[in-house]
């Protein structure tokens, strides 16, 4: 696909965050790009209400890296941005990044894609939901994972009003009700701190251990201090060190509300409230769900409660319903991709932002992942052969195994510094052993 045979036409599906970044990166190595977005909006999961179904923004929803590291890196956010912009400014922002860029003529809005298939000749097939078809050099897919809610065993055992955060959107619906969150992430305490000014009372299910982190420390950003005081070649215990000691600083310990302190890699968590309305007791943590019996709720350590509502921020399933099964196997809500982006076996088919960067953007890291499709496509990088790119998935599993808990929820996770070294590898061409091609450490 290096232009010998005319200019590649490479399809995008998906006009979020990772979609116009692949589009723009494309465009600027002279491919020409269509993008079909299902909606009638661009920004994906941070417009509220969008019409494609497929956005989980509530009304509190901000970003929790500062807008600076988060922006991508050849187009920062407008000057008087706050540091942790809500989803209205961030919608906007990438409107005005698909504008600046050339991406929004490029969009097919109201699109949806229903099938795509192997067309021969190393082509792929495009179905839309209103019947058309068309044939493209390679397709990259980018619609988003967060829109497949995956919901507990026990959902289906409650009498209460039930919901997945996916269709969180404010509290007032929720005023003087008792409220279980089940769930411990970023959404899960947003939403414990939304419902905190407003519910009868509010608990959070923790089933696993959990460290919540301070957004800003001795006045400045979290993220900032990390960058300064962890270095590449930290191992990852000191690095957790190192972010139990800042949460000690500003919260103490875990144990102190309730919790446990990871002893692992997790994900780390951050809001600013949360705790507080722990402190005046409007909020409270539960540990994990033993059973569930109508509205009364059993825990694992003997005791139960009676709640009218439960909201489970369970995370969400990696749907494909696009793609014939046998092109990519998803296990633990994770697909089987080279570097989270290729698929070994079938060339052409590409990935952007199918990940959970475990430290910083996810959005500047969709920049990575575009530079170095928009090189493949122009032929200034080339791909390992599909044995080697198995290998190197199949470390990343065990990898995986050994540095995460045994939790889906970790499926998608990242690493960002090895993982941004394996892509620069890839992109020079000195991505010659498995060892330079490993995303963990």
Known sequence: MNGQQGTPRIAVVGAGSGGICAAKNLIAAGVDVTVFEIGSKIGGMWVYENDSGRSSAYSSLRINSEQRVTAYPDYPFPDGTPIYPGHELVAAYLKSYADHFGVTERVQFNSEVTRIEDAGDGKWRIRLANGDESVWDGVVVSPGHQAEPHHPDFHEDFAGEYLHVHHYRTPGSFAGKRVLVVGMGNSALDVGADL?????????????????????????????????????????????????????????????????????????????????????????????????????????????????????????????????EDVVRVQNRKPDLYLRMFAPEHPGLYFVGYFNNAAGSNISLMDLQGRALAKLVAGEATLPSPSEMREAIEAEVEDQKRLFPDRSRYGLELDPVPYREAIEAFMTGTADDLSKRRIFR
Do not use: N
């Not at 982190?213 to 993220?223: E, N, Q, V, Y």
């Not at 309305?277 to 539960?286: K, L």
């Open 196 to 324: 905190a000014k407003v519910a009868k009372s509010v608990e959070l299910v923790a089933r696993s251990p959990v460290l919540i982190l301070p957004r800003d420390i001795f006045g400045r950003p979290l993220p900032r201090i990390l960058r300064k005081v962890e270095r590449p070649w930290m191992p990852w215990e000191m690095k957790r060190r190192i972010r139990v000691g800042l949460s000690a600083i500003a919260y103490g310990s875990m144990e102190s509300y309730g919790l446990k302190t990871p002893k692992t890699r997790t994900h780390g968590t951050m809001q600013p409230a949360i705790l507080d309305f722990v402190a005046d007791g409007r909020v409270s943590f539960r540990p994990g769900i033993k059973s569930v019996d109508g509205q009364k709720v059993a825990f694992e350590d003997g005791g139960c409660g009676e709640y009218d509502v439960m909201i489970a921020a369970t995370g969400y399933e990696v749907d494909l319903p696009f793609l014939p």
